[in-house]
């Protein structure tokens, strides 16, 4: 059986807060370790029927790309349910959620 390795390195501060974020895959096509300033890892536990989620974010993430952030999560879990599912109704709720989030975001820039 082929295997995959995907791979977080999280650098904390004295408080335990996260300064810097890598991730690496085994599959990549780069190969390399990448840094990024936010991941929202979601893991569906089938026994316990619930999400086990880790969320992290570095103190330097400026607000506007968290939000940003957040709502291409909701955007990206949309297309994966009309994919998986072909649920349209619910990938539609959650495109017109992340739209609105969106507007909120904008608005909040004038």
Known sequence: MRQAEIRLLVELDQDNIPEKIFWSASDSPTGGIE????????????????????????????????????VDTIMSMAATIRLATDDQLMAQYMEELGNKLLMHINHMHK
């Open 35 to 70: 840094e990024a300033k936010a991941v929202h890892l979601s893991i569906w536990d089938h026994r316990r029927k619930e999400t086990m989620r880790i969320d992290l974010w570095t103190k330097d993430l400026p607000v506007d790309e968290m939000k940003q952030s957040v």
